[in-house]
């Protein structure tokens, strides 16, 4: 079994910066792509940023230029640094991973998610 959790989330006001991070645990032999996906009350999840075990990175048009995504392999972490954050950026984001487990198989795990408020 593979365990994802996240953390550095908060409360910040606009135009102010918070890092995310995920850790993956467990059963793994590889992770290939992760991703930080957001929901907003309201609203469906949305892809936030992705990268994959190359570091090929892509994002959401709406934060390009503001966040940024990256990966420690040896600590099994994706970060996601947000700068700049708006309002609008305000949203429960959520990790998933892409892994390889001791199975054999590759399944997709999800986070419990990280609340991430920004009030202007």
């Known amino acids: 079994q593979v365990r994802l959790v996240e953390s550095g989330g908060g409360s910040v006001q606009a135009g102010g910066s918070l890092r995310l991070s995920c850790a993956a645990s467990?059963?793994?032999?590889?992770?290939?792509?992760m991703t930080w996906y957001r929901q907003a009350p309201g609203k469906q999840r949305e892809l936030v940023a992705a990268?994959?075990?190359?570091?090929?990175?892509n994002c959401a048009d709406s934060v390009k230029g503001r966040f940024t995504i990256s990966r420690d392999d040896a600590e099994n972490t994706v970060y996601l640094q947000m700068n700049s954050l708006k309002p609008e950026d305000t949203a429960v984001y959520y990790c998933?991973?892409?892994?390889?487990?001791?199975?054999?198989?590759?399944?997709?795990?999800w986070g419990q998610g990280t609340q991430v408020t920004v009030s202007s």
């Open positions: 990268i994959t075990s190359s570091g090929s990175t």
């Open positions: 998933n991973a892409d892994v390889l487990d001791s199975s054999r198989f590759t399944y997709a795990y």
């Open positions: 467990g059963s793994i032999l590889r992770i290939n792509t």
